[in-house]
């Protein structure tokens, strides 16, 4: 029986990782930190299963395994033995933040921790077929519109998250010379809800930082807002259900075809315009959105909120997956971006922040 590593299982994408595997009977150990009873991890992935239309039965529960470590410090905290029997890693824990103040907390977790994680595997995981490390498609950086699989040796990149997530590539495609254990990395665009329940884990982080600004926008009493971005251009978007299909996908795919060192882009097939998410945050959030520069206080606000994101926003790569898709062959499944599932997405987004408003008046007034 497969037996896979997973970190990040806490997040939208790990805790989706993490139940998929489940229901389908594979052994699953996650590193976690701070979660000395598992309680977290447990929690994170019995959502993302409701999410996805998934019920764990106890027999599959009990092939979830929780491990609690310090990232900074993998190599006294992680113990040998707990790599028995891998049959592959998935690296999916992230420090987000773009903030360049954190630049330190970003290399340490994203290229120190990743690279020790990957040392540790190829140490001790003897029966491990390959690390996979999940990455971003935006490593590609600014300045060069095609976005390949392959590394952009020359990008231009603007926070702490993107510079790590580049420094990490590099860092283990080095490491994969030197130490031998297969390397993947998978690359999605930005991530969104399931395509059918429009599940996410609520994090803002991609579209979803939208989605806060308009509600932040709401909330202030605006009855129409204006957010300062291109009508015409097209986010990537891809849905949770594909990212995890496909990366599930890649597993089964391993045949002599498969490199040492891959590079993946996960990416949406055919996109909306930038106008046509707008359209669907206006409809869902209940609020008049127009596009182009802020007019009001608020509408400054809610662009201030959105700040970090803008420029990839405004960005207009051409993502390639040709690889993913000669090795997935017709496992692939390409599917199209429409503004239906955009819709479901942003309502799930919505409504878990309306729960998570309440729940914090309740404890407030509790208190
Ligand atoms: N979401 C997207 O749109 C998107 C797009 C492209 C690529 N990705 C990639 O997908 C992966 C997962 O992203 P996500 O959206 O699932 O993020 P997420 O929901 O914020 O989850 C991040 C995960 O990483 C862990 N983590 C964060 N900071 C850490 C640190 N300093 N040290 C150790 N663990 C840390 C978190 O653990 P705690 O619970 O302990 O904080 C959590 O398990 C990342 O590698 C990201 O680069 C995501």
Known sequence: MNKILITGATGFVGSALAANLLAEDTRVVALSRTDPGGQRTRAAV???????????????????????????????????????????????????????????????????????????????????????????????????????????????????????????????????????????????????????TGWSSGASFGMFLMAAAVLYGKQAGSAQLRLHLDADTRPNLVCIDTVIRRAMAL????????????????????????????????????????????????????????????QFANGRWVFNSERLQQTLGEEYGPVTMTQDIIGRSVLHYVAHKVAEAKAEERSNAAA
């Not at 795919?253 to 106008?275: L, W, Y």
């Not at 127009?290 to 809610?302: I, M, R, S, Y």
């Open 46 to 196: 019995e959502k993302a299963a409701s999410g996805f239309g998934l019920t764990l039965s106890p027999m599959q529960w009990s092939r979830l395994s929780i491990v609690e470590v310090d990232f900074r410090a993998l190599d006294q905290t992680l113990q040998p033995h707990v790599f028995e029997g891998v049959t592959a890693v998935w690296n999916v824990a992230a420090e987000m933040t773009y903030s360049l103040k954190k630049v330190i907390d970003s290399v340490d977790q994203n290229v120190v921790a990743s690279s020790m994680l990957y040392k540790l595997a190829s140490q001790h995981a003897s029966s491990c077929q390959r690390f996979y490390h999940v990455s971003t498609a935006y490593t590609v950086g600014f300045g060069n519109n095609d976005a390949r699989e392959e590394i952009n040796f020359t990008p231009k990149l603007i926070n702490s998250y993107q510079l790590s997530k580049w420094m990490a590539e590099l860092a283990l495609i080095h490491s994969q010379k030197e130490r031998g254990l297969p390397l993947a990395i998978f690359r999605p665009s930005v991530v969104i809800g399931h395509e059918q």
């Open 251 to 310: 597993m089964k795919a391993e045949s002599p075809a498969r490199q040492p060192t891959e590079i993946f882009n996960c990416i949406g097939d055919e996109c909306v315009t930038m106008a046509d998410v707008v359209e669907q945050l206006q409809t869902m959030i209940g609020v008049q959105v127009t596009l182009g520069p802020p007019v009001t206080e608020t509408d400054a606000q809610l662009n201030a909120v959105f700040e970090r994101n803008k």
